[in-house]
Structure formats: structure tokens, C-alpha cells
């Protein structure tokens, strides 16, 4: 994989993943072969702002759609009630992160 197609498509990208952790993507992507870029870059990613409307909206299926099952039913069922809904203000804040670890965790995983 060519080092500036790599870089491109990382700035093309960029909201998709954390601003510390682009370098580590695009080593990623130059490290791999050409079927294996193709598949890498044609993934579903997730995007943060799906998320963070989900973690705003419907707290607990923020965590289902970045695959997190359990952690989704621990938050539905306990987490709202036990911190008296503080929880879900403090996933506002980290569901963006996450989605966009999640992307990087994809990307690393194809290597």
C-alpha cells in the first residue's frame, strides 16, 4: 500500500477516527496488502454521530450498535436506575470516542 493513499484516505475519513490514533492507521493501511486495503477500507464503519443520537435519545442502544450486547443490557436495565440517570450523561460525552475506538479496532483487525 502506498504511503500517500493511505494518508489520503485517512484525511478523507478523519471524523471516523481519534486524531491521536490517526498515525497508527495509516501504518496500519501501509502495512497491508492491496486485497487486504480493499477490504479494510470498504468496511460499515460506525459513525460517532449515530451514536451519540442513540446514546442521547436511547440510552443503552448506543452500546448495541457498537457491538457491545452486555454492556448495552447492564446499562438498559441497571445503570439508568441505580445512578438516577447520571450514567447516560456521562456516555454523551465518551459515545463519540468509543465509536470512532471501534473504527480503529476494525481497521487493525484486518491486518
Not at 502506498?2 to 493501511?29: D, H, Y
Not at 451514536?51 to 450498535?65: N, T
Not at 438498559?76 to 460525552?93: A, E, K
Amino acid at each position: 500500500m502506498n504511503s500517500i493513499e493511505a494518508k489520503q484516505w485517512v484525511n478523507a475519513n478523519a471524523r471516523l477516527f481519534p486524531t491521536a490514533k490517526a498515525g497508527l492507521v495509516v501504518t496500519s493501511l501501509e502495512r497491508m496488502s492491496d486485497t487486504s486495503y480493499r477490504a479494510a477500507t470498504t468496511q460499515k464503519f460506525k459513525s460517532p454521530a449515530v451514536a451519540f443520537i442513540l446514546a442521547f435519545f436511547l440510552p443503552g442502544f448506543d452500546q448495541f450498535y457498537l457491538g457491545k450486547i452486555g454492556a448495552g443490557i447492564l446499562q438498559i436495565l441497571l445503570l439508568d436506575w441505580i445512578t438516577l440517570g447520571i450514567y447516560p450523561i456521562v456516555r454523551w460525552f465518551k459515545v463519540c470516542n468509543d465509536a470512532r475506538e471501534v473504527n480503529v479496532s476494525k481497521i487493525t483487525a484486518v491486518i
